[in-house]
Each structure stands twice: as structure tokens, then as C-alpha cells.
């Protein structure tokens, strides 16, 4: 079993930041993507950003420049720093990785999610 625990959200003023994390643990071989999702009352969740093991990344259009997704392998964990916070980033943040277990098979886990409120 792998467990995803996020940390680092909060309560923080238009233009300010906040970085998250997100640890991975358990019976893991190695992880391919790791993810941030986000979703704000009323709305779907949304994909935020994405990163390979090797490093690639990519960002949605609406935090392209703000938020910057990275990743330590031999933490298992991935982090996204949060810059120039807009009330419109105010949402129920979601780490997502996919992985094989020591069992060699593939999986997915999601964490359990941290909550980001940005203040006008």
C-alpha cells in the first residue's frame, strides 16, 4: 500500500505564496508521474501541473509563470511552489502519482488533499 500526504496549505493574501509538498511512502519500486490536481467549489477537479521522473514538466495555461512543479526521487516526494496566489487559485489542491509497487505492478494513489483559500 502507498500513502500521498500533502502539507504546506493554508490561508494567504492575493499576491502572496505558499509551497506545497507532497510525500509518497510504502511499498514503492519507483514512481513515473507525480501530479498536482486542484478543485474549487462547484468546479471539476482540474490538472494543475505534472512532472516525469526525469524531470519534464508541464503546467496548466492559468499557472504557467506562477507555480513551478519539481520533484526529489529519493524523497518520493513533489512539490509546487506557489507565487503571485490569486483568489481564483483558491481550491482543494490533490497530489496524484503513478507508480510500481515492490510487486512490479502498476498503481496510482491520490492524497487526501490540502486546502488553499487566497483572500482578495
Known amino acids: 500500500q502507498v500513502q500521498l500526504v500533502e502539507s504546506g496549505g493554508g490561508l494567504v493574501q492575493a499576491g502572496g505564496s505558499l509551497r506545497l509538498s507532497c510525500a509518497a511512502s510504502g511499498s514503492i519500486f519507483n514512481i513515473n508521474f507525480m501530479r498536482w490536481y486542484r478543485q474549487a467549489p462547484g468546479k471539476q477537479r482540474e490538472l494543475v501541473a505534472a512532472i516525469t521522473s526525469g524531470g519534464s514538466t508541464n503546467h496548466a495555461d492559468s499557472v504557467k509563470g506562477r507555480f513551478t512543479i519539481s520533484r526529489d526521487n529519493a524523497k518520493h516526494t513533489v512539490y509546487l511552489p506557489m507565487n503571485s496566489l490569486k483568489p481564483q487559485d483558491t481550491a482543494v489542491y490533490y497530489c496524484?502519482?503513478?507508480?510500481?509497487?515492490?510487486?512490479?505492478?502498476?498503481?496510482?494513489?491520490w492524497g487526501q488533499g490540502t486546502q488553499v483559500t487566497v483572500s482578495s
Open positions: 496524484n502519482a503513478d507508480f510500481r509497487n515492490t510487486n512490479y505492478s502498476l498503481m496510482a494513489s
